[in-house]
């Protein structure tokens, strides 16, 4: 018997089982990449999940801050409300006037009551649109009331204003 040809065969084998242990080793390495490949998939869900969790978050903090601004601005109103009274200071002429009480040294004005109904403070300017009369013309949806009259001097807080009848 050939010693050296049983060392080669033995070193053959010993080759092939290196390489069946490759191709072992392989395949598990396939797996291997194949599970890593699903947790990969899995992460960027995962990733993907979470940027659109952030985005909604985003959206719904941003729905908040305008929730409480638009608070924030009915409880101004309602403060704000509050310093008027609505009052006739000429016949067929209904406006919100500034109560003395509340004027907090602000000079009388009147406001339009339609405006102030859809919770706008717009002023009334008194307007000559022909000779002989005077109108009020509202600054902010541009509304005129007619008072009926040449002059009507300047305006006058609630608690001062005569109503008309």
């Given amino acids: 018997m050939d010693f050296s040809?049983?060392?080669?065969a033995v070193t053959s084998l010993r080759l092939a089982g290196d390489i069946a242990k490759g191709l072992i080793s392989?395949?598990?390495?396939?797996?291997?990449?194949?599970?890593?490949?699903?947790?990969?998939?899995?992460?960027?869900?995962?990733?993907?999940?979470?940027?659109e969790a952030n985005a909604a978050?985003?959206?719904?903090?941003?729905?908040?801050?305008k929730l409480e601004g638009e608070i924030a601005r009915m409880k101004d109103w309602e403060a704000e409300k509050r310093r008027y009274q609505l009052v006739v200071p000429f016949t067929g002429c209904t406006v919100y006037a500034l109560k003395a009480s509340m004027s907090n040294g602000e000079a009388a004005h009147y406001l339009c009551a339609n405006c102030f109904q859809g919770g706008k403070r717009s002023?009334?300017?008194?307007?000559?649109?022909?000779p002989g009369y005077l109108h009020f013309v509202c600054a902010g949806c541009n509304s005129q009331m007619d008072t009926r009259l040449?002059?009507?001097?300047?305006?006058?807080?609630?608690?001062?204003?005569?109503?008309?009848?």
Avoid: C
């Avoid at 040809?5 to 080669?8: M, P, S």
């Fill in 57 to 65: 978050q985003s959206e719904l903090v941003e729905r908040v801050r």
């Fill in 5 to 8: 040809a049983i060392g080669a």
């Fill in 123 to 130: 002023f009334l300017q008194v307007m000559r649109p022909k």
């Fill in 150 to 165: 040449n002059e009507i001097g300047p305006a006058k807080y609630a608690e001062d204003v005569k109503t008309w009848r």
């Fill in 26 to 51: 392989l395949n598990t390495m396939a797996e291997v990449q194949a599970k890593a490949i699903e947790l990969n998939e899995k992460i960027i869900d995962a990733q993907h999940r979470i940027f």
